[in-house]
């Protein structure tokens, strides 16, 4: 079926697969499934048939990534001016490109107003008056947006719960009046948008729904006739392997009630959704300290600068040995450190795994979002390599940095 399981679990994965891609392509390796990003975007499709769906790249926006899903005809939702140009190089319409600017350096906005230039259908969201202006100062009049402060915040901790956040948009009382002088002065009004928060589960459907509603009062609030209200990402996926999908129905569901009564088009921006269960992480095992008698330190060779989200946001991540015996040995607890001199190195805690041995191959799990794409060179590590699959075969995307990449831009 195109749309395919609602997750594909670490269990999933063929661990004879992923161990000869390591042997061949080397470790730490992001592997990335690009049929299962297809399968993932059409199930938002069917779960949303009406909508205009926007991937938000900032979850991953390499090439193969993007490529793929602007073949499978769906729109995407830029972060900034570099995402924008990544998008349009990818293949995207300008017409399905969405640039969210969030606090936007100068020169993000001077690039994003030139490049809507050659692109008309380009549509910038603005989350403040302050932002407004300063598209008005670069005489941009194309398709605008306003990102609406919902004041109602949900999502997989304080730190994406982005909806109860002020510094996100403009509160939902003022936008009826800016879109109003937004469109006096010449601006194609076109849209409102917020985002709840991300990782939403299906506990946090009644937040999502208060924020909808609060587009529609919106909507209905102002005269400035409206094409769609855009009601953000943030659909999560289980990290944890007992936990269930969420399920996409009734949130579709409530979204299309609050918005019933009105002649607007929709939109969604999810990420993780779109990619997180597509993607896995695999990192060799080469330390293995005992510390206790039934604790041992793992140390890999991914780290906090490979995979940033456990460090960041204390994320779970679920891990499993690759090895071909991990089932005849023995389970321990083991806590799975990287090669980086901080306390916050910590990749997995206290997880019930099969005895490490060095050479092990470990996946991590849900890798596919915020991954790569959070990764960096901090204590000159270069970034790893990722394949893609399709199609039953594989090939490298990205290659692995090498130390003359991390320096390449130092000219003393
Ligand atoms: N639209 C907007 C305006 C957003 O700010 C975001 C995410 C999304 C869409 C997509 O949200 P998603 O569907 O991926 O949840 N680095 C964090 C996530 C930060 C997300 C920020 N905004 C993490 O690793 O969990």
């Given at each position: 079926m195109r749309t395919g399981p609602p997750i594909r679990r670490l269990a999933d994965w063929d661990a004879g697969e992923l161990q000869s891609l390591v042997d061949e392509h080397g470790s730490p390796l992001y592997v990335i499934d690009l049929d299962r990003v297809a399968e993932n975007a059409a199930r938002i499709q069917d779960a949303f048939p009406t909508a205009e769906v926007h991937y938000a790249a900032k979850a991953n926006a390499g090439r193969a990534v993007l490529e793929r899903l602007a073949a499978e005809d769906i729109g995407v939702e830029c972060a900034s001016a570099g995402e924008v140009v990544r998008a349009l190089e990818a293949g995207f319409a300008g017409e399905h490109v969405l640039y969210t600017a969030v606090?936007?350096?100068?020169?993000?906005?001077?690039?994003?107003?030139?490049?809507?230039?050659?692109?008309?259908?380009?549509t910038i969201t603005a989350g403040a008056r302050d932002t407004v202006n300063r598209l008005d100062e670069r005489g941009y009049s194309g398709r605008l947006a306003i990102r609406v402060h919902p004041g109602i915040g949900a999502g997989h901790g304080d730190a994406v719960a982005t909806g109860g956040d002020a510094s996100f948009g403009i509160s939902a009382a003022e936008v009826p009046a800016v879109l109003e002088g937004a469109e006096a002065r010449g601006f194609d009004v076109v849209g409102v948008h917020a985002h709840t928060g991300s990782g939403l589960s299906n506990e946090d459907n009644e937040a999502h729904r208060a924020v909808v509603e609060t587009l529609a009062d919106v909507v209905e609030a102002t005269n400035v006739s409206l094409e769609f209200v855009d009601v953000g990402g943030g659909f999560g996926v289980p990290y944890h392997p007992d936990e269930p999908p969420i399920d996409l129905d009734p949130i579709a569901e409530a979204t299309r009630n609050a918005l019933s009564h009105l002649d607007v088009d929709l939109a969604v921006e999810p990420g993780r959704y779109v990619v997180a269960d597509a993607g896995v992480l695999v990192t060799a095992?080469?330390?293995?300290?005992?510390?206790?008698?039934?604790?041992?330190?793992?140390?890999?060779?991914?780290?906090?600068?490979?995979?940033l989200r456990p460090a960041l946001y204390d994320s779970y991540h679920h891990v499993r040995n690759l090895a071909s015996d991990a089932s005849e040995r023995g389970d321990t607890t083991v806590t799975v450190v990287g090669p980086v001199c901080e306390s916050t190195d910590v990749l997995a805690e206290d997880r019930r795994l099969p005895e490490p041995i060095r050479g092990d191959s470990f996946a991590i799990g849900n890798t596919g979002a915020y991954g790569i794409e959070m990764a960096n060179q901090y204590t000159t590590r270069p970034r790893p390599a990722v394949v893609a699959l399709e199609n039953g075969a594989a090939r490298v995307v990205r290659r692995r940095e090498e130390f003359s990449d991390v320096t390449a831009m130092e000219d003393v």
């Open positions: 606090n936007p350096p100068a020169t993000d906005l001077d690039a994003v107003v030139s490049l809507a230039e050659d692109h008309p259908g380009l095992v080469n330390t293995v300290k005992r510390a206790g008698e039934d604790h041992v330190f793992a140390g890999v060779d991914a780290g906090m600068t490979t995979l």
